[in-house]
């Protein structure tokens, strides 16, 4: 599943392929999707290139080959800008498919309460946010006591030294601060958003994975916003 915007890139460089057979440059693209920078592009070839949709040649300039093609594209982020964040998904699976929502557990059932479930979030390269309720998820009372809660079906591999594995449901308490340490979902340039574990190293914020193939990333304390703290995990065996 692809975001919009790299649904947008995919089909560009598809399209000039098939025109000129010569890929778009960085900036033709940066120009096509409207974006500030040339780092979003590289966000959006690395996020395609991870799930299998492009693949870039080795010592050649410019060189971009498309493997295959989605089949749809993703939901429009208007919604999710004017109402604040909430993700849908942020993917990151390594081609694993999707799995049932877990069922709640029967105790808390009689005595629990309801959380919104705000789709998929995989827990690797993140993506866009996208902000759309799947269902409801019952929860026992205790977990969400004070604040606002929702809950993310986790896709992918990134976390898995912290034990949340893909298919895992998070249950996230809405939040703008957090502590060093805290597993958090972040907004990355109010644009893309991931779960990844919280670390301040002087005035830098770092977005820290739990799985060694997943490399650190560093940001200006002005780039990320934090939108909540994990504060539960439900797993279906």
Do not use: C
Not at 147 to 163: P, T
Not at 187 to 213: C, F, H, W, Y
């Amino acid at each position: 599943m692809l975001t919009r915007k790299q649904h947008e890139l995919l089909m560009f460089i598809h399209e000039r392929l098939k025109e000129t057979g010569v890929p778009p440059s960085f900036d033709e693209m940066k120009d096509a999707l409207d974006l500030r920078s040339k780092s979003g592009i590289h966000r959006l070839i690395t996020a395609l290139e991870e799930r299998g949709f492009i693949r870039r040649l080795p010592n050649r300039a410019r060189a971009l080959e498309v493997i295959k093609l989605p089949e749809s594209a993703s939901p429009s982020l208007a919604s999710a800008r004017s109402r604040g964040f909430a993700p849908e998904v942020i993917e990151g699976s390594r081609g694993k498919a999707p799995a049932a929502p877990p069922p709640p557990a029967e105790d808390a059932a009689a005595a629990g309460l309801t959380v919104p479930v705000m789709g998929r979030i995989a827990a690797g390269v993140p993506i866009e946010a996208i902000q759309q309720e799947s269902h409801q998820l019952t929860v026992p009372a205790d977990l969400v006591s004070g604040g606002e809660h929702f809950a993310l079906e986790v896709r992918g591999d990134s976390m898995i030294e912290a034990g949340i594995l893909d298919g895992d449901t998070v249950l996230i308490k809405r939040s703008d601060t957090a502590d060093n340490g805290d597993i958090i979902v972040a907004l990355v340039d109010d644009e893309e958003a991931t779960l990844k574990r919280l670390r301040r190293k002087g005035a830098s914020i770092a977005l820290e994975a739990a799985n060694p193939a997943y490399e650190t990333r560093i940001f200006g304390p002005d780039r990320i916003r934090i939108q909540g703290k994990l504060v539960a995990l439900f797993r279906r065996y």
